[in-house]
């Protein structure tokens, strides 16, 4: 099965500002980006080209993957073995770019030192990541206060929703006759009245990518909407538990 890629490049310093690789797993996908990657460096005139560069991916695990494998590539460039040992990479970057290997041989040592000592520009980030620092940066113009926190605790972001959802008892008369009316029930079934157990149980549903397609389709509804559909169970119930009584009759 084939899969788009999920990393991006891009830099002020290239022509064309997207490259697009459309392939299945296990096929080289890291190894050209790391090529194309370290093209843009090998190509430009300043050593601190990888500080213009956005490079972006899903996970930390491929940000961490990432960094690694283009040191270790500059690393084993910048070695004399680089000219005994057959290195793929090296040879394919040195045609596709028309430079000397001696020359290249020593542009990865210029680069690998640049880097090492300018570490915390060398940034290969996730898209998540990215946007934080995108947002934060704008947090004013976005009129979000600039100590934002990002909530990343599922329960927890559920269990504030729940809370913010009780305390509008009292000011939403329609909603606090919901809310009272099922507490009320709660305790009529010799059941606890807190009703955000419950709440808080329904609300994990809203997360469960196999609930979605239920979701959509009550999301239009209003709290009239669910009147009328409790109406109806009931009604339904009651007739249905008629019938049952009067078969029960009937056997006996």
């Known amino acids: ?23 299945s797993a296990g096929s080289g996908k890291t190894y050209t980006l790391v090529q194309d990657y ?16 956005l490079a972006l991916t899903f996970t930390n695990k491929a940000v961490g993957e990432m960094k690694e494998r283009i040191i270790d590539t500059l690393k084993a460039f910048s070695d004399k073995s680089i000219f005994k040992m057959s290195n793929s990479m090296f040879e394919a970057i040195a045609i596709d770019l028309n430079i000397e290997p001696k020359v290249l041989h020593e542009r990865s040592k210029l680069l690998l030192h640049t880097i090492v000592h300018n570490y915390a520009a060398f940034d290969i980030s996730t898209i998540d990541k990215f946007n934080h620092k995108l947002i934060r940066t704008f947090a004013h113009d976005l009129k979000l206060p600039v100590n934002f926190e990002v909530e990343l605790d599922t329960k927890s972001m559920l269990a504030k929703a729940v809370d913010k959802l009780i305390d509008k008892a009292g000011s939403d008369k329609e909603l606090t006759k919901v809310l009272v009316d099922f507490a009320i029930e709660k305790t009529d ?19 469960n990518e196999n609930e979605i397609p239920y979701i959509d389709k009550l999301k239009d509804k209003t709290l009239n909407d669910f009147k009328t559909l409790k109406t109806n169970l009931k009604k339904q119930f009651k007739a249905n538990s008629d019938q049952v009584t009067e078969v029960a009759k009937e056997g006996s």
């Open 1 to 23: 099965m084939n899969s788009l890629i999920v990393f991006i490049i891009l830099s002020v310093q290239k022509q064309s500002p997207f490259t697009i690789y459309n392939a």
């Open 38 to 53: 370290l093209k843009i460096l090998f190509t430009s005139n300043s050593l601190l080209t990888f500080r213009t560069i």
């Open 189 to 207: 079934d010799d059941k606890s009245w807190d009703i955000s157990y419950d709440f808080n149980t329904i609300a994990a549903l809203l997360i």
